[in-house]
């Protein structure tokens, strides 16, 4: 069965406490492992994708890197407003763009 | 552009009552789809849509009907509202074709409390 993990649930840090999370998963077929950030209220919003075991990508403090079983969020000295929670999810294929989502990790970041 | 935009933002619902939830894009995105999220269950899609005139079922449709009738929009109707489907409703969209064509963006979401 399709199943996409997210640890750990919650993580406290300190500004500039550099951190990682942690999102495995088992699906056949992987097409595309995404990241999305969700502030309070709002609807994800879309950081990376990543297609095959390797590769990795980066966007201001975050990395986002792959291998075939897991996906690694690397925040780099973090600041209050990376406090949010971040999703993972997982497309395989031959499923109708269907995504399954982790359950996220939610981040607060301390001044 | 706008993006994905829903309306209303908040609504609650007496058990019985219906309402359509409103949804429309303006990237010209083929692909559009009905998502809930609730505590300690992710996101679940609920209906899908690949294009005008076409939709099908997701993991959740029970309860939930889904039309679309052009590019931009995509309601979901709740015809008999029951508390189970009180939760926070998102659609999301993505472009049907294109490297980028497995990236979906979401709308900024329905908070539904049905009583």
């Known amino acids: 069965e399709d199943q996409v993990t997210q640890s750990p649930e919650a993580l406290r840090l300190q500004e500039g406490e550099s951190s990682s999370l942690n999102c495995s998963y088992t699906v056949s077929g992987l097409r595309g492992l995404f990241w999305y950030r969700q502030d309070p209220g709002k609807g994800p919003e879309f950081l990376f994708t990543l297609y095959s075991a390797g590769e990795e990508k980066e966007k201001e403090r975050l990395k986002a890197t792959l291998t075939k079983k897991e996906s690694f969020l690397h925040i780099t000295a973090p600041k209050p407003e990376d406090s949010a929670t971040y999703l993972c999810a997982v497309h395989r294929s031959s499923n109708t763009g269907k995504l399954i989502f982790g359950q996220g990790t939610t981040l607060q970041v301390k001044p | 552009n706008a993006g994905v935009t829903q309306t209303p933002k908040f609504h609650i619902l007496k058990t019985g009552q219906s309402m359509t939830l409103q949804c429309a894009q303006d990237m010209n995105h083929g692909y559009l789809s009905w998502y809930r999220q609730d505590p300690g269950m992710g996101l679940r899609r609920i209906h899908y849509s690949v294009a005008a005139g076409i939709t099908d079922k997701g993991e959740v449709p029970d309860g939930y009907n889904v039309s679309r009738s052009n590019t931009e929009d995509f309601p979901l109707r709740l015809e008999s509202a029951a508390p189970s489907q009180t939760s926070v409703y998102f659609c999301?969209?993505?472009?049907?074709?294109?490297?980028?064509?497995?990236?979906?963006?979401f709308g900024p979401g329905t908070r539904l409390t049905v009583t």
């Open positions: 999301a969209s993505r472009p049907k074709t294109g490297v980028n064509s497995y990236e979906q963006y």
